[in-house]
């Protein structure tokens, strides 16, 4: 059997604008080099690389019962993600101004649904049931994962958290990092990647990967040892959900048996591969790009 991972987290449709160069804080005009829409949100970029790996995976979000929502629950659906939807006012949606360097401006045009999120006894038991039969859990960051962390150690499987771009003393984020198996995280709010990665080991985590974007990633394990991993070569098209999409080969080969290097290699390959497309993995483009 394959195996089975729950994400936990959001999904949304985006609109992708590419520009030369972010706008300067000031009245002007600028013209895109091209835009896009497409589904966004770094738990379905995770659930989507999982499900084409060959994990059986669940994405658990929350969507709106608009025309936004249905075109992600229809795209997810067709990608192979398992949904299991929790009905919202709106569906999530962003304006992310991108740059071919990788630099993003992210505008959110409806907010996360955190505010929506009361407690619901038989719902979260529900939940529960399906992470106690998962291999491993994801839950990302936002208002609503961080309230389930508790149930998710309850279950006793691996839990596996995204901290993005976690700078050491973030308040929100602490929750994530006690309860953590694995860690991962960006550089951009450090200056040195490895002392913070070591850091986020003090709470127990097996170890702690931090992407370096084209430098590739590094990592940190519980007895001290530290790996890196190179960028593989690729033509980058598109930087959105990179980093989901090293962190879902690193799990997938995790599962498969493979040690930590091995893994980053499966994460740097992987990442590579979703380079190519605009969209958040390949497995869009013929749902969403006219032939």
Same mark, same amino acid.
């Given at each position: 059997?394959?195996?089975?991972? %729950?994400?936990?987290?959001? @999904? ?71 949904? +299991? ?36 006894? +038989?719902?979260? @038991? ?14 990302? %960051? ?144 013929? %749902?969403?790009?006219?032939?």
């Amino acid at each position: 059997m394959p195996p089975s991972v %729950l994400v936990h987290g959001p @999904a949304s449709w985006n609109r992708i604008v590419l520009l030369d160069r972010l706008p300067a804080p000031v009245p002007h005009t600028v013209f895109a080099d091209r835009s896009w829409e497409t589904v966004g949100g770094t738990s379905a970029g995770k659930a989507l690389g999982l499900a084409t790996l060959g994990c059986d995976t669940v994405l658990a979000t929350r969507l709106g019962v608009d025309d936004d929502g249905e075109r992600v629950r229809y795209l997810l659906d067709r990608a192979g993600v398992r949904l +299991r939807v929790t009905p919202s006012a709106a569906t999530e949606k962003h304006l992310n101004l991108m740059t071919p360097r990788g630099e993003r401006l992210s505008i959110y045009l409806a907010p996360p649904a955190d505010g929506e999120d009361p407690a619901d006894p +038989r719902g979260d @038991a529900a939940l529960q049931s399906v992470m106690a039969t998962a291999d491993a859990l994801v839950l990302d %960051l936002s208002a609503a994962s961080r309230r389930l962390l508790p149930l998710a150690r309850s279950t006793g499987r691996p839990l596996w958290v995204d901290l993005h771009d976690y700078d050491g003393t973030a308040v929100f984020h602490q929750p994530f990092l006690e309860a953590a198996d694995a860690v991962f995280l960006n550089a951009d709010a450090t200056d040195d990647p490895e002392a913070l990665a070591r850091r986020c080991l003090r709470f127990g985590a097996s170890f702690a990967v931090c992407t370096l974007g084209a430098e590739g990633a590094l990592a940190v394990d519980a007895a001290g040892g530290a790996h890196r991993v190179a960028a593989a070569p690729t033509e980058v098209v598109d930087t959105n959900g990179a980093g989901d999409a090293f962190f879902a080969g690193v799990l997938q080969a995790h599962l498969a048996g493979a040690g930590l290097p091995e893994a980053l290699e499966a994460g740097a390959a992987h990442a590579a591969l979703v380079l190519r497309s605009r969209h958040l993995h390949p497995v869009l483009d013929a %749902l969403l790009d006219p032939l």
